[in-house]
């Protein structure tokens, strides 16, 4: 499986931002799809994720109440809408998805095979 993510750029804090992914010649159908961020110099950490069947989503705590994850069914399409963005947002943000996540490992970067190129996400101040 291809994904691309894209939409990152560059914006004030309080501001918003879409990021969208996207998979090449294959179908999100029965996939986790998530988006983790790697900050500089940290870990890369879990954001959001969606299961595709149900359409159940889950948040890190830091973003709850800011970033949506949303998914387009026709389109085989996965949104990450930020909000209320904050300099601590700042990263690359990475689209991710894995066919056999179960739900205790759905935050670990380890759970999940399959990468996009990150896009940079940057908040100033």
């Known amino acids: 499986v291809q994904l691309q993510a894209s939409g990152g750029g560059l914006v004030q804090a309080g501001g918003s931002l879409r990021l969208s992914c996207a998979a090449s010649?294959?179908?999100?159908?029965?996939?986790?799809v998530a988006w983790f961020r790697q900050a500089p110099e940290k870990e890369r950490e879990f954001v959001a994720g969606?299961?595709?069947?149900?359409?159940?989503?889950y948040y890190a705590d830091s973003v709850k109440g800011r970033f949506s994850i949303s998914k387009d069914n026709a389109k085989n399409m996965v949104y990450l809408q930020m909000t209320s963005l904050k300099p601590e947002d700042t990263a690359v943000y990475y689209c991710?998805?894995?066919?056999?996540?179960?739900?205790?490992?759905?935050?670990?970067?380890?759970?999940?095979?399959?990468w996009g190129r990150g896009t940079q996400v940057t908040v100033s101040s």
């Open positions: 991710t998805a894995d066919a056999n996540v179960i739900l205790s490992n759905l935050r670990r970067s380890s759970a999940y095979d399959w």
């Open positions: 010649e294959h179908t999100f159908r029965g996939y986790t």
């Open positions: 969606i299961r595709w069947s149900g359409g159940f989503t």
